[in-house]
Nanobody, 119 residues
Framework: QVQLVNSGGGLVQAGGSLRLSCAAS????????MGWYRQTPGKQRELVAT???????NYADSVKGRFTISRDNAKNTVYLQMNSLKPEDTADYYC?????????????WGQGTQVTVSS
């Protein structure tokens, strides 16, 4: 099992910034890709950003230039710096971690953290 603990999120005015973090723990696993997804009521969960272990990042078009994903491999932690926030960024944000061990691969989800951007 890989456990994920989120922090960050909250309420911010449009144009403001927030930082999310997600720490992964679990013995015997190699942490591979890490990322963030978001979901609003009635809609499917959508990709925000992902980052490989070597630091290659991928972003949704809607957040390019405003959000930055990064990670600390020594701490098994992924971060999402969100700048120039817009009301349409309001959603529940979920950390996603792909890991592997001798048995195979595993995808884990964090509990979700709410981000609300007021206009």
């Amino acid at each position: 099992q890989v456990q994920l603990v989120n922090s960050g999120g909250g309420l911010v005015q449009a144009g403001g910034s927030l930082r999310l973090s997600c720490a992964a723990s679990g013995s015997g696993f190699n942490i591979n890709d890490m990322g963030w997804y978001r979901q609003t009521p009635g809609k499917q969960r959508e990709l925000v950003a992902t980052i490989t272990r070597s630091g290659i990042a991928n972003y949704a078009d809607s957040v390019k230039g405003r959000f930055t994903i990064s990670r600390d491999n020594a701490k098994n932690t992924v971060y999402l710096q969100m700048n120039s926030l817009k009301p349409e960024d309001t959603a529940d944000y979920y950390c996603n971690v792909r890991s592997s061990n001798y048995l195979g691969s595993l995808t884990s989800w964090g509990q979700g953290t709410q981000v609300t951007v007021s206009s």
